[in-house]
């Protein structure tokens, strides 16, 4: 294993080298709640030898629990994020939770190399939130603690498994529209982006089979895009391709509210409306997305409440050591709004 560098426990800390380095130095100036979350951050890196240092730490008591830590591991990719206004909520519930537990928590982004320098002495388990690689969940497993993934699994890795309910909140929310009238639907979303699309593409279709509305002609009822790349674009090719030269939809349901405000704005842009020509439903109730006019349909995810369980989830784990890996689903609810309406059977196409 490499040296713990200061600049490793500066980035993980998230204060300046400088700052870190007068704190580790025993120096004056750094405010005490400063102080106390580098040592923590220094004393779960394996910085020091000895934990004899830390002693400013002062645990309240010597359960194993207090005493140790939980590593929380976020994706960064480009919607997966804490900064995002989905994900963020997520990782405060399992913040808020751990803290209130009285137990440490130190978060890493799974694009670095820090998982190498965890010390796993006073490690209690592992929080991977999102897609997360293969390659670094097998490095995370090295450590051979508890570990509960939340809104991924990964058939290699041995772990606890969360998920809202995304087979069922879709599915619910396609009866909806049916109930409306709507008899020809299309779903988008990228299905090898993540285990919550897939399992909301089948909620889709699975709604779609129960009411003898889906035939084999799978494209029919699927755009599966490459959520890596322009949502506008890929929905103008879609509807554009000469085989599909035929009446359009007359509701989309979609993967996420992120790709729903989308495709809204490009149907409104081509002189379409929502929902007079055509229904539009996400799925997170993202905060500002109910914002949008008209207001986005969706399917109601208690992101604060999945942190939460989660640390629940992995603090039982660590007692249960001998039960088999569990799956948990969260249960969802449908927010119906102004998105969505009865039918209108359009026979134009997306302008260019």
Not at 189 to 196: A, E, I, L, T
Not at 232 to 254: G, I, K, N, Y
Request: charged share 20%.
């Amino acid at each position: 294993m490499s040296r713990v560098t200061m600049q490793m426990i500066s980035e993980v800390a998230g204060y300046s080298k400088y700052v870190v380095s007068k704190t580790l130095n025993n120096q004056p100036g750094v405010k005490d709640s400063t102080r106390q979350k580098i040592l923590q951050v220094a004393k779960q890196l394996g910085y020091f030898k000895e934990t004899t240092p830390l002693q400013v730490l002062n645990k309240p008591n010597n359960s194993i629990f207090n005493d140790g830590f939980v590593l929380v591991v976020m994706p960064n990719h480009r919607y997966q994020n804490e900064h995002s206004s989905y994900w963020s909520k997520i990782f405060n519930g399992i913040v808020d939770s751990l803290e209130e537990l009285d137990i440490g928590a130190m978060v890493i982004s799974s694009q670095n190399n820090l998982s190498d320098h965890v010390k796993t002495d006073s490690l209690l388990g592992i929080i991977t939130v999102g897609l997360v690689s293969t390659d670094m969940l097998l490095k995370l497993s090295e450590h051979s603690v508890p570990f509960v993934m939340v809104d991924h699994e990964d058939p290699i890795i041995k772990a606890d498994a969360i998920f809202m309910d995304n087979f069922d909140g879709v599915y619910k929310l396609t009866n909806h529209l049916i109930g409306l009238g709507h008899k020809k639907l299309c779903f988008i979303g990228d299905n090898g982006y993540s285990r919550s699309f897939h399992d909301r593409w089948l909620g889709f279709r699975s709604a779609l089979e129960a009411h003898h509305l889906f035939t084999d002609v799978e494209r029919k009822y699927l755009l599966d895009m490459d959520y890596t790349n322009p949502v506008e674009d890929q929905f103008r090719s879609f509807f554009l391709e000469p085989e599909l030269h035929r009446e359009l939809p007359t509701a989309f349901v979609c993967a996420n509210d992120e790709i729903a405000t989308k495709i809204m704005e490009l149907l409104i842009a081509s002189g379409f409306g929502v929902p007079k020509d055509f229904s539009v439903t996400g799925f997170d109730n993202i905060d500002y997305k109910s914002k949008i006019n008209p207001p986005l349909t969706t399917v109601q995810v208690l992101k604060e409440s999945i942190g939460r369980r989660t640390v629940h989830m992995l603090l039982w784990r660590v007692n249960n050591l001998d039960f088999p890996p569990e799956k948990v689903l969260i249960s969802s609810e449908m927010i119906i709004r102004k998105s969505v309406g009865f039918p209108n059977n359009m026979k134009t196409k997306i302008t260019e």
